[in-house]
């Protein structure tokens, strides 16, 4: 029944949809029906071609979300553990949050190229904002009880980051990432519209040239598998490795 | 008593709002695109040019920057009419759109007296012909585009296999210059004004022209309308295409004061000076649409570049019969 309720928000939702279609209310090109759209995604699923395009997507913002989780982890835990850095770091993180980087794309281009490079550095640069700042907060207020009582057992600096540090941002790390994962795929997806020959992006513009509605709400509906794929694979893995804090254990 | 004379009152105010609001000649909302279609935005700049307008039919231009949205305001009943490319139309007419091609707006033709969309590369560079681009890149303004067409067709022509032996990426017109000269891209996409002023700054080569590619002369932009405007409005369109007409061939003769117009206008927003000098796609004076170019380019997006899932009849697309005899 819990693994049903969700499902029944979304049979709503398609009901709502397939009903509107129908109504004759909205041109079937603009508004097509989800039979139509299966049909599509059906003939995605099986083509070759077309899945090569969700890897190639794939690959890009996974590159760049692997990059930024290694750097974003590394700056944060250095800002929170550290004042010097935080007060040197802190106003260039927080200045520049709001900045849409994807103004920036044109300068990515010309500096890393049209393939993937230029994508893969914007990702990067995308997803690292909340990664850092999340693990800066994290890192920062770790419980000061807990580091008391470290240092009064003699635990060493490296001893107290690996044992009490650590383990206390973890959760915070996991946050950061789940922000910023979904991040990677809308950039990945907004750059490939813009420019490129390849990936889901590309098969957006292909299909919204060419009015095939349908066939543009199929490649969205792979895109947001996968986006929901790769959340329940972090959150499945934060909840084997942060096992003392599992998400599903939040509602009592 | 007094109320009764109130009821009257009202009862005759409505019905001199309802007979006024008859009496108002059709609005026709039409989307316009940023590019190429000079006498189209004219109606608007200089209405003293059109006699009919505000008399047998109202005009309201609506700018898009993109056509498949133009497409999707029709659809979703947002405009009546529009400007295309006829590469879009033809699209638009595959998806099965209500829609009649009724004017041509501007062509790609051979001739020193024409422009035609240019495709270019770095000057001191490798690439010496076409052949030559195999494992490059060329940038076009979009895919699917007239531009994206272009660079296929004049690939195929020189028997590379666009996608497979070169590569077609969207790129701005604003950045087509630089990608190529820092050799981002191997050959770009050039269109008035950028291909004035890069070609001003040296150092890019011509490699084929759009006319060159697809190897006749052919419709670039046209004029649309939805067939539920036509059927239910046909002396209004037939009273706006004989303004446009009309604007056209103004255009056409007093084609530097009509830019100083439009510029001053707001439609253009280039240079002056640059917009002056810039030379000018080919447009029929009487507006009349090439429909063989049509016929041939959707053969080519069939059968060649498998575009079109369907065949498009162009003689249907068409209809002319509003335009003055």
């Known amino acids: 029944m819990r693994l049903l309720r969700p499902m029944l928000l979304i049979a709503c939702v398609l009901a709502a949809w397939e009903l509107a279609a129908r109504s004759g209310l909205w041109n079937p090109l603009l508004f097509p029906s989800l039979v139509k759209i299966a049909y599509e995604l059906g003939l995605f699923l099986i083509q070759p071609a077309r899945l090569m395009e969700a890897w190639v997507s794939l ?81 920062r207020d770790v419980n000061r009880v807990f580091l008391w009582s470290a240092q009064n057992m003699g635990a060493s600096r490296a001893q107290i980051l ?9 959760p915070f790390i996991f946050a950061g990432y789940r922000v910023a994962l979904p991040v990677a795929m809308i950039v990945v997806v907004i750059t490939e519209m813009i420019s490129s020959a390849d990936g889901l992006g590309y098969l957006v ?31 499945f893995l934060r909840n084997r490795l942060v096992y003392w804090d599992r998400l599903d254990t939040y509602y009592v | ?17 309802i007979s006024a609001h008859a009496a108002e000649p059709p609005l026709i909302r039409l989307g316009r ?23 047998r039919y109202q005009l309201k231009q609506i700018l898009f920057q993109a056509n498949p949205q133009r497409f999707q305001a029709y659809l979703a009943g947002e405009i009546d009419a529009g400007t295309a490319p006829g590469l879009s139309v033809i699209f638009a007419s595959e998806q099965g759109l209500d829609i009649k091609v009724v004017a041509s707006v501007c062509m790609e033709a051979a001739g020193k007296e024409w422009f035609s969309t240019t495709y270019m590369t770095k000057d001191d560079g490798p690439i010496r012909s076409v052949r030559d681009l195999k494992g490059g890149t060329v940038g076009v303004v979009g895919i699917k585009t007239a531009t994206d067409l272009w660079a296929r067709a004049g690939l195929l022509n020189a028997g590379l296999q666009p996608d497979k032996d070169t590569k077609v990426v969207p790129l701005g017109f604003p950045a087509m210059g630089d990608a190529v000269r820092t050799g981002k891209v191997s ?79 707001g439609f253009v927003r280039t240079p002056l000076e640059i917009y002056l000098k810039n030379a000018d796609w080919k447009r029929d004076p009487n507006a009349r ?9 959707s053969t080519f997006m069939r059968e060649k570049l498998q575009w079109l899932e369907k065949p498009v009849n162009v003689d249907a697309l068409v209809d002319q019969s509003y335009l003055p005899r």
Not at chain 1, 93 to 112: D, H, Q, R
Not at chain 1, 211 to 219: I, Y
Not at chain 2, 1 to 17: F, N, T, V, Y
Not at chain 2, 244 to 260: F, G, I, P
Request: a positive charge.
């Open chain 2, 289 to 297: 649409v090439n429909v063989d170019s049509l016929k041939k380019l």
């Open chain 2, 33 to 55: 695109g940023f590019a190429a279609e000079e006498q189209v935005w004219l109606m608007s700049a200089r209405p003293d040019l059109t006699p009919n307008q505000g008399k």
């Open chain 1, 59 to 139: 690959y890009r913002a996974l590159g760049g979300f692997a990059l930024a989780a290694l750097a974003g982890v590394l700056l944060g835990m250095l800002m929170g553990r550290s004042a010097r850095v935080a007060e040197l770091l802190d106003p260039l993180f927080s200045g520049t949050y709001a900045v849409p980087k994807l103004a920036l794309f044109p300068i990515f281009i010309f500096v890393f190229g049209i393939g993937s490079l230029s994508k893969v550095a914007l990702i990067f640069l995308e997803c690292l904002y909340p990664i850092v700042i999340v693990t800066y907060h994290g890192a």
């Open chain 2, 1 to 17: 008593m007094k109320r009764s004379a109130c009821l009257l009152l009202a009862c005759i105010s409505i019905a001199l709002q």
């Open chain 1, 205 to 235: 513009i292909y299909s919204l040239s060419s009015l095939k509605t349908d066939r543009m709400l199929a490649v969205v509906i792979v895109i947001s598998l996968l986006g929901l794929a790769l959340d329940r694979a972090l959150v």
């Open chain 1, 162 to 170: 690996r044992r009490v540090v650590l383990p206390a941002t973890v």
């Open chain 2, 187 to 265: 050959a770009g996409t050039f269109v008035e004004p950028f291909y004035s002023a890069e070609a001003a700054k040296g150092g890019l080569r011509k490699l084929f022209t759009a006319v060159e590619a697809v190897g006749y002369d052919h419709e670039l932009l046209d004029l649309w309308f939805g067939q539920k405007f036509l059927k239910a409005n046909p002396e209004a369109v037939r009273a706006f295409l004989a303004d446009y007409v009309a604007v056209t061939k103004y255009y056409l003769a007093n084609t530097a004061q009509a830019k100083r117009d439009l510029h001053k206008a």
